[in-house]
Nanobody, 115 residues
Framework: VQLQASGGGLVQTGDSLTLSCAASGIIFSIETVWWYRQAPGKQREMVA?????????SYVDSVKGRFTISRDNAKNVVYLQMNSLKPEDTAVYYC?????????WGQGTQVTVSS
């Protein structure tokens, strides 16, 4: 199982970005997938998750109404659409899934929001 996160970049406050997490060796459509982030000096936190086999999603309070997690089953990709970005969203973003008791992480993609 390999996860490849991409789509990060340097943006300004209020801008939008879409992160992608592409999977190989696993069928994303039936797996629960999460996006996490880790800012400098802070613990990694769960940002959003989408339940396997459904479109049911959950979000940390700080991103509710601004971020949307979704999946494209045909492409085996999970997205994180991020709107109205704020400087406090600056972090390395990781995707994660579990399979057979193991956790699999993408390599992380840097999102930097300037004020």
């Amino acid at each position: 199982v390999q996860l490849q996160a991409s789509g990060g970049g340097l943006v300004q406050t209020g801008d939008s970005l879409t992160l992608s997490c592409a999977a190989s060796g696993i069928i994303f459509s039936i797996e629960t997938v999460w996006w996490y982030r880790q800012a400098p000096g802070k613990q990694r936190e769960m940002v959003a998750g989408i339940v396997g086999g459904t479109t049911s999603a959950s979000y940390v309070d700080s991103v509710k109404g601004r971020f949307t997690i979704s999946r494209d089953n045909a492409k085996n990709v999970v997205y994180l659409q991020m709107n109205s970005l704020k400087p406090e969203d600056t972090a390395v973003y990781y995707c994660k899934t579990n399979r057979a008791g193991q956790s699999f992480w993408g390599q992380g993609t840097q999102v930097t929001v300037s004020s």
